[in-house]
């Protein structure tokens, strides 16, 4: 996100802390994709992924107060939806993808995406373990180094950098073989 | 291949968006329910009041500490981040200085080798 | 509601609308698998939050802190990949092509390019400047048995470069930042 956009979140931040709701609003739908796919992918089926996306909302509307930036507002919605995740998931048992239209919605559809990388992700994130689960999601999807992953899953940067690890060897196991689709990626 | 693994995770990883109907239905939630005032303590019942006092007085110092344990844990998280980053540039630099070195070196031997082959020069 | 997500669509997509100024940032490669092979590996991310942070930490009371410190205050990012492996040849030129290929494009000058008969190594030391001051710099070492990739983002400043002497063991380069320095053909 460049500056600019980050300044006028910065300034909506302010709006909403003195309780302008259209402020409010733009806040969440400038970041409801993030906290709805990292709920999607910690849970695994759409129905606990909005119940989760809404009370973290709700918490934030609670706690707008105390969050000084909207770089601290991303930290902080990261933060809740993940360890909100992870408490869910370690009260119940394995994941369980109940129907082909919420898997091909926990995987973004791209033209020319692979069916079959898909299906073995799908595999993946749902074998993991939730801490290890929602290291892989905050490194690829929300694109932050180990650091701040440490700093948002409260986790030594060893363990992150051992469970980032131990994952992609997992998925270089499950995936051999498969012809890959290639795509530079900017760091 | 692991560097397709990455890409690959990165690509099927990004954002989706919520269906527009939960989107709708989750700013209304939000609009609704402004955050929650405290409640008036003039309100309570006059028996209520030096319980409530001593309530919230045990409330208010145990925060008071919480907040005081939190920050002195989030001060030592800082300070770790703060050296362990240190560590990390110092060891940045120290590389590149390595490589500078290595380059100097070859531009040396290099200027040594023509000075020999032209001792005229 | 609406009328803020134009404004923010706008915001976000200014970079890729607007004429670009050149970006010294490298894209870096994730090198997960030569990772794997390595004998020692080092891998450093230093945004402008991280060298701020590490700045405070830096004693200028010490000869060596004070020099990094003096460095690093012009700087918004180091970016250092290193992999040693037990033996030669364990990693191939096209490992590092994806970094060399970004050199080519505008905005970067070659500065150095250095073969050593005697170690075998390959240094290229790359510049970029943007309005007569140096804003990046590229270095690819390669050697039978490593390769470095260093990505330096900000005021490089050549002299306190040379300043390092001593501290960090580097003699004084006579690197002028306006030519290229000779060099024998690589092999």
């Known amino acids: 996100m460049n500056d600019a956009a980050c300044d006028l979140l910065d300034e909506y931040l302010a709006k909403a802390r003195s309780g302008e709701r259209a402020a409010l609003a733009s806040l969440v739908r400038a970041h409801q994709r993030s906290v709805y796919s990292l709920a999607l992918r910690m849970l695994g089926t759409r129905d606990l992924a909005e119940d989760l996306t809404q009370d973290v909302f709700m918490q934030l509307n609670g706690n707008l107060g105390a969050i000084e930036s909207n770089r601290h507002l991303g930290f902080w919605l990261r933060q809740v939806t993940t ?46 373990s939730p801490q290890a689960r929602a290291v892989l999601l905050l490194r690829y999807q929300e694109d932050l180094d180990p650091m701040d992953i440490a700093r948002t899953l409260d986790m030594p940067i060893n363990t992150v950098k051992s469970l980032l690890k131990r994952s992609l060897e997992t998925m270089r196991e499950k995936t051999g073989g498969l012809t890959l689709r290639c795509e530079d990626q900017p760091t | 291949m692991n560097q397709d693994i990455e890409s690959g995770l990165r690509s099927a990883l990004r954002p989706v968006a919520p269906s527009e109907e939960f989107s709708e239905q989750l700013l209304a939630r939000v609009a609704a329910h402004p955050p929650a005032r405290p409640k008036s303590y003039g309100l309570m019942p006059r028996s209520a009041r030096p319980l409530a006092w001593w309530l919230a007085t045990t409330l208010a110092a145990c925060l008071v500490l919480a907040v005081g344990v939190q920050r002195h844990l989030e001060q030592q998280r800082l300070q770790q981040s703060g050296l362990e980053a240190r560590r990390e540039v110092l060891q940045a630099l120290r590389v590149t200085s390595q490589k500078l070195n290595l380059a100097y070196e070859a531009v040396k031997s290099e200027s040594t080798s023509l000075a020999d082959e032209k001792p005229g020069i | 509601m609406r009328k803020y997500t134009l404004p923010i669509l706008l915001a976000l997509l200014g970079p890729t609308l607007a004429s670009a100024a050149p970006n010294p940032k490298l894209a870096m490669p994730e090198f997960s698998g030569l ?152 092999k």
């Open chain 1, 83 to 128: 360890n909100r995740a992870i408490d869910q998931l370690r009260r119940r048992s394995r994941v369980q993808l109940t129907s082909l239209d919420e898997e091909q919605e926990l995987f973004s559809a791209e033209d020319g995406a692979d069916p079959l990388l898909q299906r073995h992700l799908r595999e993946l994130l749902s074998d993991l």
């Open chain 3, 35 to 186: 990772a794997q092979k390595a004998s020692e590996s080092v891998t450093i991310t230093l945004d402008p939050t991280l060298l701020s942070m590490a700045g405070r930490f830096l004693d200028s009371n010490d000869p060596q802190d004070a020099a990094t410190k003096e460095i690093i205050k012009g700087l918004r990012g180091i970016y250092v990949r290193s992999y040693t492996f037990d033996k030669d040849a364990e990693y191939a030129q096209s490992d590092i092509d994806a970094v060399r290929s970004q050199l080519s494009a505008p905005g970067w000058n070659r500065l150095v390019e250095t073969h050593s008969r005697k170690t075998h190594a390959n240094v290229d030391i790359y510049i970029m400047i943007d309005h007569e001051q140096a804003v990046g710099l590229a270095l690819i070492a390669s050697e039978p048995r490593q390769f470095t990739i260093v990505n330096i983002i900000g005021a490089i400043d050549l002299d306190k470069l040379h300043k390092l002497e001593g501290q960090f063991g580097v003699p004084k380069l006579d690197i002028d930042g306006s030519k290229t320095t000779g060099q024998e053909p690589r």
